[in-house]
């Protein structure tokens, strides 16, 4: 019989078995949670974490926004500045203005860029949630077009016109009529103004609320209408074809700042805020946004702290509205 050490030499002990197994499990787990963190194609997302993931252009950090209307050339400008400052950016582009919203509270969206803070306010309120504004982008005149006058004067009284009729845009559109002279409001008129809340007695011309979309379509059949920014050049209008529009250096007119909306937890988010900066800061972004709006964007960087008290001041007469 040979006394040579066999080939195998059996372990004296289990334990370095057990040790390396647990290590293999524990690789395991490591590797799940580092896919789990990390979006379907292999990038980090911004939100969803602990919320302080580094910037790197190398290995950059994924966001999803939300707007509506993402066909204008600037959205692909933006979208490579934020890739330069390690954000991949991701649009998701909204055919109706009450989806982005719900999509951001319900986590399908890290931010939406579509609103101003009357808009968010009133969904808030509505829908007992608190997405709140990160950053602003621009204040945009809301303009009163007509293709059977020229002037504000030349509209004959008792003429018909139109204003959108979803609860913000409705009540700013009211404020520029009565700005123009064309109507009066009871009590001065508000952000909550309603076509029902027109002097008649005292105003030049009749109101009518019409879906936002359907203003520019019905200029053919009335005096003029309101036409929301977003649809005038769609109906081939021109921006200053407006013969009338507010005016947007009021300090009133904060509550009409466009803004990034997030949810509350996601407000101190550093990817986040970067991509608000990059936007603000970024000249060909701006630039293209400018030309998309006819040259009647006004860009404005309200803090933070004042966006938000702004927000929480239009909630509250909202409330006291009902």
């Given at each position: 019989?040979?006394?040579?050490?066999?080939?195998?030499?059996?372990?004296?002990?289990?334990?370095?078995?057990?040790?390396?197994?647990?290590?293999?499990?524990?690789?395991?787990?490591?590797?799940?949670?580092?896919?789990?963190?990390?979006?379907?194609?292999?990038?980090?997302?911004?939100?969803?974490?602990?919320?302080t993931?580094?910037?790197?252009?190398?290995?950059?950090?994924?966001?999803?926004?939300?707007?509506v209307?993402?066909?204008?050339?600037?959205?692909?400008?933006?979208?490579?500045?934020?890739?330069?400052a390690?954000?991949?950016?991701?649009i998701?582009?909204?055919?109706?203005?009450?989806?982005?919203?719900?999509?951001?509270?319900?986590?399908?969206l890290?931010?939406?860029?579509?609103?101003?803070?009357?808009?968010?306010?009133?969904?808030?309120?509505?829908?007992?949630?608190?997405?709140?504004p990160?950053?602003?982008?621009?204040?945009?005149?809301?303009?009163?077009?007509?293709?059977?006058?020229?002037?504000?004067?030349?509209?004959?009284?008792?003429?018909?016109?139109?204003?959108?009729?979803?609860?913000?845009?409705?009540a700013?559109?009211?404020?520029?009529?009565?700005?123009?002279?064309?109507?009066?409001l009871?009590?001065g008129?508000?952000?909550?103004?309603?076509?029902?809340?027109?002097?008649?007695?005292a105003?030049?011309?009749?109101?009518?609320?019409?879906?936002a979309?359907?203003?520019?379509?019905s200029l053919?059949?009335?005096?003029?209408?309101?036409?929301?920014?977003?649809?005038?050049?769609d109906?081939?209008?021109?921006?200053?074809?407006?013969?009338?529009?507010?005016?947007?250096?009021?300090p009133?007119a904060?509550?009409?700042?466009n803004?990034?909306a997030?949810?509350?937890?996601?407000k101190?988010?550093?990817?986040l805020?970067?991509?608000?900066?990059?936007?603000?800061?970024?000249q060909?972004?701006?630039?293209?946004?400018?030309?998309?709006?006819?040259?009647?964007?006004?860009?404005?960087?309200?803090?933070?702290?004042d966006?938000?008290?702004?927000?929480?001041?239009?909630?509250?007469q909202?409330r006291?509205q009902?």
């Amino acid at each position: 019989m040979s006394d040579q050490t066999p080939l195998i030499e059996a372990p004296k002990s289990r334990l370095p078995l057990v040790i390396g197994a647990a290590v293999a499990v524990l690789a395991v787990i490591a590797a799940a949670i580092f896919l789990l963190t990390r979006d379907g194609d292999d990038t980090r997302r911004a939100t969803g974490g602990d919320g302080t993931a580094e910037l790197s252009k190398s290995d950059p950090v994924k966001v999803v926004l939300g707007t509506v209307g993402a066909s204008d050339p600037y959205w692909k400008t933006f979208e490579k500045a934020a890739k330069e400052a390690g954000i991949e950016l991701e649009i998701r582009d909204f055919a109706e203005y009450p989806l982005p919203n719900p999509a951001l509270a319900e986590g399908e969206l890290d931010a939406n860029q579509f609103q101003h803070i009357v808009y968010l306010a009133e969904y808030n309120v509505a829908n007992d949630d608190d997405l709140v504004p990160l950053g602003a982008t621009a204040i945009y005149p809301l303009g009163l077009y007509s293709q059977k006058y020229d002037d504000v004067a030349d509209i004959p009284d008792g003429e018909t016109v139109i204003v959108p009729d979803d609860d913000s845009n409705q009540a700013r559109g009211l404020l520029v009529l009565q700005s123009a002279g064309l109507i009066k409001l009871k009590d001065g008129g508000s952000i909550f103004s309603t076509v029902a809340d027109v002097d008649e007695s005292a105003s030049r011309v009749k109101v009518k609320a019409l879906q936002a979309d359907l203003t520019p379509t019905s200029l053919p059949d009335v005096a003029a209408a309101i036409v929301n920014n977003d649809f005038v050049e769609d109906a081939g209008l021109q921006f200053d074809d407006a013969i009338a529009v507010d005016d947007a250096s009021d300090p009133k007119a904060i509550p009409y700042v466009n803004i990034f909306a997030v949810r509350a937890e996601d407000k101190d988010n550093p990817a986040l805020k970067k991509l608000v900066e990059v936007y603000q800061q970024t000249q060909g972004v701006l630039d293209g946004v400018d030309e998309a709006a006819g040259g009647t964007a006004e860009f404005v960087t309200i803090g933070q702290a004042d966006l938000e008290k702004s927000l929480h001041d239009v909630e509250k007469q909202i409330r006291e509205q009902k």
